[in-house]
């Protein structure tokens, strides 16, 4: 079992910055390959961002690429999201996940683990 906690969600103004994080326990955080996910009011999940297990590989969706910044402690068993230039449409709960492997956990073809989620709203 891997528990996944996220925080620092909040609300920010339209062009400001936040940073998620998302602590780990459980089993060996370097195993997995994370992602973050996030679902809007009404909408479906979608994936954000996913990082490889040493950090050497990234992948973002088009909505956030050069806005967002993945990145993972494995000494820490933290992930992290670092957002910038925040837009109304990214107001979301954010999810962390976690699966060995990368390419189907950006895909959500199948997450091992899920996070409870943590909010972010974006003032226009």
């Known amino acids: 079992q891997v528990q996944l906690v996220e925080s620092g969600g909040g609300l920010v103004q339209a062009g400001g910055s936040l940073r998620l994080s998302c602590a780990a326990s459980g089993r060996t955080f370097s195993n997995y390959a994370m992602g973050w996910f996030r679902q809007a009011p009404g909408k479906e999940r979608e994936f954000v961002a996913g990082?490889?297990?040493?950090?050497?590989?990234?992948y973002y969706a088009d909505s956030v690429k050069g806005r967002f910044t993945i990145s993972r402690d494995n000494a820490k068993n933290t992930l992290y999201l670092q957002m910038n230039s925040l837009k109304p449409e990214d107001t979301a709960v954010y999810y962390c996940a976690a699966d060995p492997a990368l390419i189907t956990l950006a895909r959500m073809l199948k997450v091992d683990y899920w996070g409870k989620g943590t909010l972010v709203t974006v003032s226009a």
């Open positions: 990082i490889g297990w040493i950090g050497s590989i990234t």
